[in-house]
């Protein structure tokens, strides 16, 4: 069954240092798979796709096939990346969501 | 601007009287969603919308119905909210299957 992990429910990082956040999937096939972020107050939106290949506010993911994973990275985190992340992978015309990891950047 | 909009942001109405939630959108595009978010929980599919066809979720519950009149508006009915109802519901639209997702604000429905 298609199914996306993200294992950490809560991150807390100190402003500057690296961020990752993980996702493992599993599906049978090429996977499509999104970045959402909801900031404090503000609509659920997307951050990045990994078709468009793009870096967005500084956060790239690559997709790893071997080990099924779409981790979300960032060199170096600032205040304004506290928010709750969700990783998502398309499938049969829906989006399976993981259970989403709450950032927060410590000053 | 262009955006996905959501009336009401608050509603409250009592256990077991029915209650209408609409969205509305001026990006024209073709897919709508319906998506119930409890609290620190990811999103949870309720229908969506490919134009005019209607898709409903294996387990969404027979409570919950909804409606697309036009390309711009959506609504969801909940006939008799119960206590386990209460939440944010969540409207979403993209141009076509598979692409970005668009959301609404949110509407918090609490049930009294």
């Avoid at chain 1, 956060?59 to 928010?83: C, I, R, W």
């Amino acid at each position: 069954a298609q199914r996306v992990t993200q294992p950490e429910k809560l991150l807390s990082v100190f402003k500057g240092a690296p961020v990752e956040l993980k996702c493992n999937y599993s599906y049978s096939g090429s996977p499509e798979l999104f970045w959402y972020v909801q900031y404090s107050r503000q609509r659920l939106q997307l951050l990045l796709r990994h078709i468009s290949r793009e870096s967005i506010k500084g956060f790239t993911a690559d997709l790893n096939k071997g080990e099924t994973s779409f981790h979300l990275k960032k060199p170096f985190a600032q205040e304004e990346d506290s928010a709750m992340y969700y990783c998502a992978l398309w499938s049969n015309y829906q989006l399976i969501w993981g259970a989403g990891t709450k950032l927060i950047i410590k000053p | 601007d262009a955006m996905v909009i959501q009336n009401p942001r608050y509603q409250v109405t009592q256990f077991g009287k029915p209650v209408t939630l609409s969205c509305s959108q001026t990006l024209n595009h073709n897919v709508m969603y319906w998506y119930q978010q409890k609290s620190s929980q990811a999103p949870k599919l309720l229908f969506h919308y490919y134009d005019k066809d209607f898709n409903n979720e294996a387990d969404t519950p027979d409570n919950f119905q909804s409606r697309r009149p036009n390309t711009s508006f959506c609504f969801l009915d909940i006939r008799s909210p119960g206590l386990g109802d209460a939440a944010m519901y969540l409207c979403a639209t993209s141009r076509g299957a598979g692409d970005e997702q668009f959301f609404g604000p949110g509407t918090r429905l609490t049930v009294l």
